[in-house]
C-alpha cells in the first residue's frame, strides 16, 4: 500500500500530462486502423444488399447500404458477424455459422431489412390489390477476389427459380459474355446453387429465403 501511495504522489503532477499523452494515443490508434481499412479497401462496418439478374449479361444492382448495425442492432451479433467475415477466403465467400440459431437470428434481420423495401406491396396485398410475389434466395457473404474493388458484407438476392435455372454447372448464365469482375459474381452465385441443392436433398439450409412482392 505505502509503494502505491509513493506512485501516486510522484506522478500526481504529471496526470492532466498523461492523461494528454493517452488520449493521443487513442486518436493514434483510430486513425491508424482506419488508415489500414483504406488502404485495404476492407469497409466491414457497411452492408450491401443487391440483388442479381440475367438477361443479356449478369446484372446486380444495388437495393440499399446501409451500416452493418442498421441491419444487426446487437454488438455480440455482430461482433460474430466480423469475425467470420475476416475469415473468408476467395474460395469461401459465405459467412456461414454452425449454430442454428445464430444464423437464425442473421437471416431474420436480413429478412427484416428486405420486408421493409416491399412494405408498399404487403400494404396494397391488405386492400386486395393485385401485387407480383415471388421467393428469393440469399447469402451472407464476404467476397475477397482479386477483382473486386472493395471488401464488405454483402447480402446477394437472387430468385429462386432463376437461380436454380442459370446458375447450375453448364447452365445458361456460362453461355452469357460476362466481364471478368462480374464473373466473380457468378462464381459466388454458383456456390449459392450448390448450397441450394444440398438443401432440396435433405441436409441443412444454409441460404436464406424471403418472399418479396411490387404492386402490380
Known amino acids: 500500500m505505502e509503494t502505491i501511495t509513493q506512485l501516486h504522489e510522484t506522478l500526481k503532477p504529471y496526470y492532466s500530462t498523461i492523461a494528454i499523452v493517452l488520449t493521443w494515443i487513442g486518436f493514434g490508434l483510430v486513425w491508424w486502423r482506419q488508415r489500414s481499412r483504406w488502404n485495404s479497401k476492407e469497409f466491414l462496418g457497411q452492408v450491401n444488399f443487391s440483388v442479381n439478374d440475367f438477361a443479356e449479361t449478369l446484372r446486380m444492382r444495388t437495393l440499399i447500404e446501409v451500416d452493418t448495425e442498421d441491419v444487426w442492432p446487437n454488438k455480440y451479433g455482430v461482433g460474430l458477424l466480423h469475425a467470420l467475415a475476416r475469415k473468408t477466403t476467395k474460395?469461401?465467400?459465405f459467412i456461414r455459422l454452425k449454430n442454428k440459431d445464430d444464423r437464425d437470428y442473421l437471416h431474420r434481420a436480413v429478412k427484416n431489412t428486405l420486408s421493409e423495401l416491399c412494405a408498399?406491396?404487403?400494404i396494397a396485398a391488405t386492400m386486395g390489390k393485385p401485387i407480383t410475389r415471388a421467393k428469393y434466395l440469399f447469402a451472407i457473404t464476404c467476397e475477397r477476389y482479386p477483382e473486386m474493388r472493395t471488401i464488405k458484407l454483402r447480402v446477394l438476392v437472387i430468385e429462386e427459380n432463376l437461380l436454380r435455372e442459370w446458375c447450375g454447372p453448364g447452365g445458361k448464365a456460362e453461355q452469357l459474355p460476362i466481364t471478368p469482375f462480374y464473373k466473380t459474381r457468378l462464381r459466388t452465385l454458383q456456390m449459392m446453387y450448390e448450397l441450394?441443392?444440398?438443401?432440396?436433398?435433405?441436409?441443412e439450409?444454409?441460404?436464406g429465403r424471403v418472399e418479396m412482392a411490387v404492386v402490380a
Open 196 to 203: 441450394d441443392q444440398k438443401a432440396q436433398k435433405g441436409e
Open 120 to 122: 408498399e406491396a404487403f
Open 205 to 207: 439450409h444454409e441460404l
Open 91 to 93: 474460395e469461401k465467400p
